[in-house]
């Protein structure tokens, strides 16, 4: 029920031996589901022989025992989840993108958003190159094609690649014998890599799917880092290290990032409930009961309750039925659905005063929805608490915000917020605290554009970004499949 | 990853006027849909019509819009889901049964076991029956129809009908003009009913499906009783009433039942919450935090927490993106699976002494690799706390629990379990305190006999039995499909 | 595009051995597909545990390898195809019909229509029954379990339950040991059996399904005799033959029966040759070239040629691909959905005086249509011929045929249809051939009701009939799905 | 049941107005399905926007009612039938091919095969393209998008683009404004175009998509032509025309095209009833019927009839319900497999001595297996008739046909065939006749390689032609999805 997303999810394995490679990159991209629901993907490396399959849909949409198998055994692997804009999310789009070029097959897989796309695209197109996909993974994939043929090595080519790009990028890559990890020197997205006992080695946007596959973390890849794996080992190009400060996505924190993951040295869950504890400071209340929206707001709901000394409660028994077949055949019953998904615990909150904790209000219509139910279920104060602050300015670094109209603080004060989702009070992080929440050696300085409008780089320019965006909605509408 | 089955939910509404009851029911059902996964159905009764969908799946597998739409509007309504045992799983057997008798179409949606299922059966063969499923519901819907030839009226042919049945029984079903509820004399599974608003009355397994439909819980249908809606309103039958003590299943307080169901008059998240609670006193433990297994766990541990002054916190994360279509290509990936489903949180418990608890341990196999999870993770020490007795006796009143062979408390000792497990500690909730932790008015005795073998009722004879099984063995062979 | 259904196809195997019975049974209903695409089933009986898969579907949408092979090997199989009419194509209607009673499981493949259905189902209401179905197989199900009752063996239950059934019956029952086939004394349906090499025998509806299976035609059943086969062989009773006049369906060799079948000891092929030849005869024409309209009219096709000297043709190509999934997206486009399916071969009628044969025309629209078709493509002249009479009555044996409102020739005269369809000059078989052009030893009498009204039996009353439909149509509703 | 493919059908429309020019490439496709039932694609170009669907599948499979609507209306549309060799029927190479390039959208439907395909593929690797397909198209559009860089326009791009290729192709583009078609010089496959009488131009593989959807064919594409259709109207570039001898695939009459099309001025129908009769004057014979092998057969069979003067007959009826999902669960059923689908008519074949007439024998096992067919059924002698020469030699020009060493023709003698497939005589069309069949004005010279080793072309070199296979079958595993 939340409207902000995460635009992708990375993993690439590259193996001791050959092995079941792509059973262990469905596991990863299993773990890493909630960065895209749109499209999943994995490729096969064995002995330079790609194979290859992706389609619209969830990892257990796209891939069942059948085509697991038809992927065969290899020794490095690659794999990818993407959730897509309007209309963006096509089979073309879908990633990881896969190619032939002069010197053999290369794949790509890539979360993040380039500023510069438009005339990159551009030039390539004066040069004779065709386009089949509108995702900046296309771009990516030639100008490293090209530059390949000035280079001695694929990594080489992708250094040099990267220099031309501006904007958020982690990506993962992979020619017949080698797997390439890069992130961008803000270190917008998370990237990071793993080992496993038998030597394998691991790469992925979060280290919850390390987890799953049986790796251990063992750091993430820095800022303008490029780390290379093939038979002689592991190696890091750092050279583009430190050209300019780290800005890494604090939403990552906030929302988006799972809670078991450890993201530039700090646990996500802990910086959650570090979010709700300085709530807590910053915002307190006379209540009876914490209780946190589930699932994006438990983890600060339990920061809360510690902090103030008020009592956790679980609040709602939220449905794990309802899934993408449940259905609404009414309008009337589709304004109410709230209610079929979030039930509240009448026992826990009935003539309480509730503190109610979610990660952030995005349009305020399903906060008030919850409200009522609270009402009904005989709550005498709800009073409203957001684990970040308010949220007013759009991303250009690789996640989906619906536009200004819709964002509510954009558009009203808090008072007259409270009284939309009608709450007896409500209270936001306070800006100077969400940089603090997350504490781990490697967060050394994070994006707060969406809080604060300070964009680390420059943006798009109103014109070059229109004529992008037309050319944009053409292919959109033309992809639409 | 919990190998204790309920049987059945069960769902009717009796509208104010011809409405969409389909839609309605298809709420309800989604809020019973951890009653029963294997079948759904849903019939709309429009002025004697009966319009019946049903099939193997879920409910959003079994209904869609278009489904939805074919089922038309009506005043009366029944759904069901259903567990079947292993073989038992057929179309044929999925309900509402409905059928067509000298009076009329009648459906009947059952949540229950009968005792004396073989005995009935036999003898109305005997009579000239035939039969196209196994299911005692077939055997009631016969008993029902031929009783009807007597008495004056559906009500009364129920009321006489029900006299021959010994067992647990929960049942809602339906004729031209009617819908009537009743609960089995011990009361074994529960139903209840609510009104809507504008004055239609539903009737439920659990209240959750009440809130789901926007109806009040006006209260349980007693132990006994027959309740009729038609045209005149709401009349009650409780002539059997209080003809045997109460008996009802303490297994839905400790697990079955949805935790914002309100359940003879007790809060099933409060019971659980008593648990935990209780095992706290009579099983304390020196820990640093005390954490659930998601999601049976996490109510009971609110509760130890609470009564321990040891710290709550979220200790897993689950994946909810794993469902039914995950997959284990390989079978040693299949032996790690709990690591795919359930991820220990490093930071909640790295370093600590966990107190980990769950509502029981039927195999002891998850449990121990949830337990190596939490080692792994950097627990340091690992304290588990059960929320139930041991579980030692098989169940005769509709619910699906392995034989005594798989059940680790049949063979083994607390502390052997311990061990094999693989805990510093282990405490159950004690015999005494499981029938003290729902404290509803209507909660006056409850069936414990899988934790202590006192049946309240006869149980099916060896020889019968013996009979009785081959005969359905052989009919599940005939039924697989 | 006929809009005349024959009503069901069934199938038995009794083999030599317990072997792939459904497999057999497979092919046979593949064979049979053309008397009914609505619901397709198969049961195998092993050892008296019956395995059954049936519904909705074509044969190939129903089973698939997984499907087959969960039936299991037996040494007994029930085959059945079915086509229903409007609203009664619902999954409970699909045969065949599997019920337990007191001796055991009984399946029952059925083909044809009973008279005196209603008052059967009345008495048997009247008596306790309850009906999952609205099918005529119930009825008799129920009647041949309630006679076992008083018999000492399934075959004198049979042989009397029979006694009671009015109407069109070919049917096919499976009992734990036995496999027995009946047909009525009026023998409306075809019905044969066969023999293989191994010993096994085949009972079918047509022969082209025992060539399916690589069985050879033994022969007919006859009309009103009982077969039964058993682990002592193969028995006849024939008390019941002779009782009444032979009255097989003429409509099968006209249009039904697949042309490479033997009925009745004719070929259908040589029957359909033979109508072009009578034809011919009472119908010449000065034309360049005979074609027939894929696929019914090309045996008559060859017939009229042959018989008159005109040469014969191919004068459409049929577009083989199709099928269900072809679809029409605009209305205008459905209009001529005949040029899509068909399309001339110019080169054959360019400039040509064409004779087009076809086996019957029942709305007039498509017959108009290729028509059109024709002299589009070139043809000068355009002479229709059908090789059967005028279609003037329904039929109450077990076929669908439009209601008389949109029966051309119920509302039309021959020279008004040969103006409504433009053609040149228009011929239908007449009356008196139509008996002739079956010439097998078993054609001993025809049913010719649809074009004489001369109905062999009573035929349902008008109120009893009108009491009934209303019953049917309300369950019609109620099996909406 | 044909071991030979036509690898693919084009389909092109440029409508007077806005319109639904999706549906009518639906039934365009419809009716060169085949051509190619692996894949099919519709483009319908709405100004300039392109909303593409393809996948893998027949056109019923690809496109329902809704894939339709969301094609939305254009001025413009392109269709595409594909048949791929084994492993490369993949969804990378379903087409119609769509980029964008510098100078807008550009889709392309081709139907042939490049000799100098690896060449071409090698020089633009070398310049930096990247490759996302192994077809030829994808080639052939990075040439054009080239040459459009140094060209005025689309048209001159096309026309200065395929100097460069080498081999046949008959192709159909769409740039945002016009529609293109092109044919190789020695106009090797079909290619034609017709008018409707609104005014749209549609240009198709055959005829028969021409009368699919309500044109009248104008004339076929000469060899070397080009045709631009844009809003000043059609004109044709013919500078290309003449350069070489036209060499016409001359088994698209005696196999691949429809019977109802008209090729280079030729009724494909009467050029199979001319190699019937050719065939009947070579190989005489004397015998009581004819019949032919459905449906390949079944036009020349005809004219063998009326040349000899021996009676045509229906010697089988082919099952029309088995299609894609019939399937043999057991092997030596799959053996049986001509059984299930062919029947002969033992009334017609019965005694009988009998030409059984088909257009050509691959690897003779189909061929010997029917044989024994019409031997059971009662022929007392059969004698084959095959309406070409003996098949001998490999097709570079985009056909698919079997290794020599599965050729029966290349390894044995006609007298050994004879012997193999088990027929009384054997004759083959003599080679002479082949070049005869077809008599139309545009029938200027035929390609007979497959017979005579004589091909129009260089041929791929032994060298090039390995290193490029090599790479063709790592890339067919990697698109093995």
Do not use: W
Request: proline content about 4%; glycine content about 10%; some cysteine.
């Amino acid at each position: 029920m939340k409207e902000l997303h995460e635009e992708c999810g990375v993993f690439g394995i590259y193996a001791s031996s050959v092995q079941d490679v792509g059973n262990a990159t469905y596991y990863g991209l299993y773990a890493l589901q909630h960065r895209g629901q749109d499209s999943a993907g994995i490729v096969v490396n064995d002995g330079g022989v790609f194979t290859v399959r992706k389609d619209l849909g969830l990892v257990g949409d796209v891939f069942d025992k059948d085509s697991l198998l038809d992927l065969g055994e290899g020794k490095i692997a690659l794999g990818h989840v993407r959730y897509g804009t309007a209309g963006t999310a096509t089979r073309e789009n879908a990633q990881p993108m896969v190619v032939s070029h002069v010197k053999g097959n290369l794949a790509i897989a890539y979360n993040g958003s380039l500023i510069n796309n438009g005339e990159l695209r551009n030039q390539l197109e004066l040069e004779g190159s065709i386009f089949h996909s509108t995702t900046d993974t296309e771009v990516i994939t030639y100008i490293i094609t090209k530059e390949r043929l000035k280079q001695p090595s694929i990594e080489h080519a992708v250094f040099e690649a990267l220099k031309k790009l501006k904007g958020a990028y982690s990506l993962v890559l992979m020619s017949p014998t080698k797997l390439i990890a890069a992130r961008d020197p803000h270190g917008f997205r998370p990237l990071c890599y793993g080992k496993k006992d038998d030597g394998s080695y691991v790469i992925a946007s979060e280290s919850c799917a390390l987890d799953a596959v049986g790796a251990k973390l063992v750091r993430d890849v820095a800022p303008g880092e490029v780390i290379v794996i093939d038979p002689m080992g592991i190696r890091s190009f750092k050279e583009n290290c430190g050209t300019c400060k780290m800005s890494s996505c604090v939403f990552e924190f906030v929302y988006f990032a799972r809670p078991d993951s450890v993201v530039d040295g700090c646990s996500v869950h802990q910086a959650r409930v570090n979010a709700g504890r300085y709530l807590a400071k910053s915002s307190p209340c006379d209540a009876d009961v914490v209780i946190g929206v589930p699932d994006s707001g438990l983890d600060a709901a339990i920061g809360y309750a510690n902090e103030s000394g008020i009592p956790y409660e679980i609040g709602f028994l939220k449905n794990k039925y309802i899934g993408r077949t449940f259905i609404f055949p009414n309008q009337k019953d589709r304004e109410d659905q709230v209610r079929k998904k979030l039930n509240p615990i009448s026992s826990v909150v009935k003539g309480k005063r509730v503190v109610m904790v979610d990660d952030s209000i995005v349009r305020g219509t399903t906060c008030a929805r919850i409200v009522r139910l609270l009402r009904e279920a005989g709550a005498t104060e709800v009073h409203m608490r957001v684990s970040s602050p308010p949220f007013l300015n759009p991303c250009y670094y690789g996640t989906d915000i619906p536009s200004r109209e819709c964002l509510i603080a954009c558009n009203h004060s808090i008072e007259e917020i409270r009284d939309i989702i009608g709450v007896d009070s409500l209270g936001y992080l306070e800006y100077e605290d969400v940089k603090k929440i997350a504490t781990g050696d490697g967060c050394k300085g994070f994006c707060t554009a969406c809080f604060d409008g300070q964009y680390p780089t420059e943006i798009p320019d109103r014109t070059l970004k229109n004529r992008f965006e037309v050319k944009i909605n053409i292919d959109k509408k033309k992809e639409r499949h």
